[in-house]
């Protein structure tokens, strides 16, 4: 069997998450891992990889695309009914069983947020085998804020303690600012950690813009936050996603790494010896 073949699925849904993003419902079956992606492509256009923004304990499955180019765009262009070629899932997603028993503290900013969305999903799905659930967001502003009613939501639940940033002031933002002050703020991400106590026996779980990373992982490293506990889900420009073509390698010699492949998710002590990793 030719594993770059895709196959075809449906599409049941398609909702406007932001103005530069869409919320896709695929009719397919898979048992992925949260942090997992897609090779996702639209005949005649091309392919791309889209991390599975669901958890597995929900159906039908989701990806959140961002509009930035011709197969992102081909995909905001279809309508419920299409048809998508999928190959996948992909990568090693997030390690959910050997993070039970421990609190998960969950950083993204923009659309990292897509990727977590499945880890927070399938927590909350398993809520007794986890400690205490924390969502640390970082959005430019909350026309751009991914899932905006499930937030909302656990934002005034205890199921999840919410902790929001954002970097252009309006006037959802002043007053979810006003509304709970001790976890709201103007800024970017990392001004959040100055409102959460960091417990060191946590797992972190981290995915955002590139820039992030850096500041993200100083910031817990300067906390004495143990980098083997530290999981960060990393973009690189990939082509087949199973190994093959080296588009997607980081590192070099004994660290060389395929991010399709023995990622996209990483571990701090990944990050402080692969060159380049996190910039
Ligand atoms: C593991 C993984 C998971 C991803 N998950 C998601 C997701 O959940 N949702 C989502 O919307 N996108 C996701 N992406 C990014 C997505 O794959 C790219 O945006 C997409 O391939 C762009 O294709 P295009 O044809 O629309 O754009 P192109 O026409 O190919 O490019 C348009 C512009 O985007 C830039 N670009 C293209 N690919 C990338 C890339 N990988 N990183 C940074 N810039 C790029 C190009 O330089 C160009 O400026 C993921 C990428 C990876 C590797
Ligand atoms: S995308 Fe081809 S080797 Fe990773």
Redesign the pocket.
């Known amino acids: 069997m030719n594993e770059l073949l895709p196959r075809q699925a449906k599409v049941l849904k398609v909702e406007e998450q932001t103005p530069i993003?869409k919320l896709l419902q695929l009719d397919v079956n898979l048992n992925h891992r949260p942090g997992q992606?897609l090779e996702v492509s639209v005949a005649g256009v091309?392919e791309?990889?889209?991390?599975i923004?669901s958890s597995p304990t929900r159906k039908p499955l989701e990806?959140?695309?961002?509009?930035?180019?011709?197969?992102?765009?081909a995909l905001h262009r279809l309508s419920p009914g299409a048809k998508v070629g999928i190959r996948g899932p992909y990568?090693n997603g997030f390690p959910m069983e050997a993070m039970k028993g421990s609190d998960l503290i969950l950083i993204s900013g923009g659309?990292g947020m897509?990727?977590l969305r499945g880890v927070l999903q399938y927590a909350l799905d398993h809520r007794k085998d986890y400690g205490e659930l924390s969502l640390l967001y970082g959005i430019r502003d909350y026309t751009l804020m991914l899932f905006k009613d499930e937030i909302m939501k656990l934002m005034d639940s205890k199921e999840c303690r919410v902790y929001l940033s954002y970097e252009k002031e309006d006037e959802v933002c002043k007053n979810l600012k006003k509304k709970h002050p001790e976890c709201v703020c103007e800024g970017v991400v990392t001004k959040l950690f100055g409102m959460v106590d960091l417990n060191p026996e946590a797992y972190a779980v981290v995915c955002g813009p590139p820039v992030m990373y850096r500041f993200v992982f100083k910031e817990l490293m300067d906390r004495n936050f143990p980098p083997e506990r530290i999981y960060m889900?990393?973009?690189?420009?990939?082509k087949c996603g199973i190994g093959k073509c080296r588009h997607?390698v980081v590192g070099a010699g004994t660290s060389m790494r395929y991010?399709?492949k023995d990622g996209?998710v990483f571990t701090g002590v990944d990050a402080l010896q692969i060159k380049g990793l996190i910039g």
Request: include cysteine.
């Open positions: 993003e992606f091309g791309a990889p889209i991390s923004c990806v959140c695309v961002r509009r930035v180019g011709r197969v992102t765009a990568g659309l897509a990727p889900t990393m973009e690189r420009r990939m997607c991010v399709c996209p």
